[in-house]
């Protein structure tokens, strides 16, 4: 049997007639650029989102770069994350001439641990950037009553969680702003690149709008610099037809996950996910010491696995000016070492299932 990471086949069959005569709808209007698809996209995140509020744009990544240019956070200014998180995270800190500086992880969840936070704090400090690492969301309360005890606000990367929930509230409905991305592999992706900034700030919402168009507020008359961070219409077309479907995706990889979990607690570590919280596995990661040789067994036995992330950033090459040495994470070196992350997508059958966590149980035996 082979069971590969993601099957995006699996998805797109049944959908694809109406993907292709939603991209269809876009070529016969000629409305590439700001067509009306995407307000109407942006209305519907806003409100599954929980927010006033939502921009789309490019992709993820320009959601967490737009943001941080919309709060004017620059050079002299430093934004606190986590290093277990995916590059563009603290990428776009050093982007805008910032200077990211990293909290370890809790080991259960993988998110930033909001003990470490406040001692990491100067008063150059201008942001924290929590990311609600493989879809489960970070100590919300904890960071946001720090961020305002020192004036910071509060970016949620919430690329990999659309839909999650902290406490009753969604992601991206929680800090100052949220950060989204329709990369494929998100459970909303689209057919390229794509993502959106939620937010209930009306001042923060203006601004990111102006910024995503180059700056101009009207047109050809620049206030201040911005750039292209426009999401295309026909992304946005693909995304509202693959909206509808949402709720039923989490449900499949929940549901999966439940399987998973009876079946393999007793052999590696599995997802750790508050109570509180709704976890929508974006990913389903799995952990255990013998995690090299787990990882060579399945790659034998053909399933899809993949290691987010091998290198925590702060031994990322790029960022050796900063400093950091290993032992300064132990925790996000730790997991880094451990973690290994499974096929969790909805359309995977029982017997895919059964096959992988046949393969499981044997791979760390071994
Ligand atoms: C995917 C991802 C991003 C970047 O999104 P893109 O749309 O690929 O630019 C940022 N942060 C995290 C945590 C992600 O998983």
């Given amino acids: 049997m082979k069971v590969p990471m993601l099957d995006l086949n699996a998805?797109?069959?049944?959908?694809?007639?109406?993907?292709?005569?939603?991209?269809?709808?876009?070529?016969d209007s000629k409305r590439f650029i700001n067509g009306p698809q995407i307000a109407e996209l942006e209305e519907k995140i806003a409100e599954y989102c929980?927010?006033?509020?939502?921009?789309?744009?490019?992709?993820?990544?320009?959601?967490?770069?737009i943001s941080l240019m919309a709060m004017n956070i620059g050079q002299e200014d430093e934004v606190i994350t986590t290093p277990f998180t995916f590059f563009a995270t603290a990428g776009c800190i050093y982007r805008v001439g910032a200077k990211p500086v990293f909290v370890d992880i809790d080991p259960k969840t993988y998110n930033i641990n909001p003990v470490l936070l406040e001692e990491k704090i100067t008063e150059r400090t201008k942001a924290v950037i929590p990311v609600h690492?493989?879809?489960?969301t970070a100590e919300m309360d904890k960071i946001n009553t720090i961020a305002k005890k020192h004036n910071l606000y509060v970016i949620e990367d919430a690329a990999q969680a659309i839909g999650s929930e902290y406490k009753g509230k969604r992601a991206g409905s929680i800090g100052d702003v949220g950060c989204f991305s329709f990369f494929p592999s998100k459970n909303l992706g689209c057919c390229g690149d794509g993502g959106m900034?939620?937010?209930?700030?009306?001042?923060?919402?203006?601004?990111?709008?102006?910024?995503?168009?180059?700056g101009s507020k009207p047109k050809y008359y620049h206030k201040i610099i911005g750039g292209n961070f426009r999401i295309d219409t026909i992304q946005a077309a693909v995304i509202l037809v693959k909206f509808p479907?949402?709720?039923?995706?989490?449900k499949g990889r929940q549901d999966n996950a439940e399987y998973y979990g009876d079946r393999l607690m007793d052999v590696v570590g599995i997802p750790y996910v508050e109570n509180y919280n709704r976890?929508?596995?974006?990913?389903?990661?799995?952990?255990?010491?013998?995690?090299?040789?787990?990882?060579k067994y399945l790659n034998d036995s053909n399933i899809g696995n993949a290691i987010y992330y091998p290198v925590p950033l702060h031994l990322q090459e790029c960022f050796a000016y900063l400093g950091y040495k290993e032992g300064d994470f132990s925790e996000a070196e730790k997991a880094a070492k451990e973690v290994i992350s499974i096929p969790i997508y909805?359309?995977?059958?029982?017997e895919q299932k059964d096959y992988v966590i046949e393969k499981v149980i044997n791979g760390i035996r071994i």
């Avoid at 690492?133 to 489960?136: K, M, R």
């Fill in 279 to 295: 976890m929508i596995y974006n990913q389903y990661t799995i952990r255990t010491e013998n995690r090299d040789k787990l990882q």
């Fill in 50 to 65: 929980q927010c006033k509020y939502a921009i789309g744009v490019s992709s993820g990544t320009d959601a967490i770069l």
């Fill in 245 to 250: 479907l949402l709720e039923k995706w989490h």
């Fill in 133 to 136: 690492i493989f879809g489960q």
């Fill in 197 to 214: 900034v939620t937010t209930n700030n009306e001042e923060l919402a203006e601004k990111i709008k102006i910024l995503r168009a180059h």
């Fill in 346 to 350: 909805p359309e995977l059958t029982d």
């Fill in 11 to 27: 998805q797109y069959e049944p959908i694809k007639e109406d993907v292709l005569q939603a991209m269809r709808d876009v070529f």
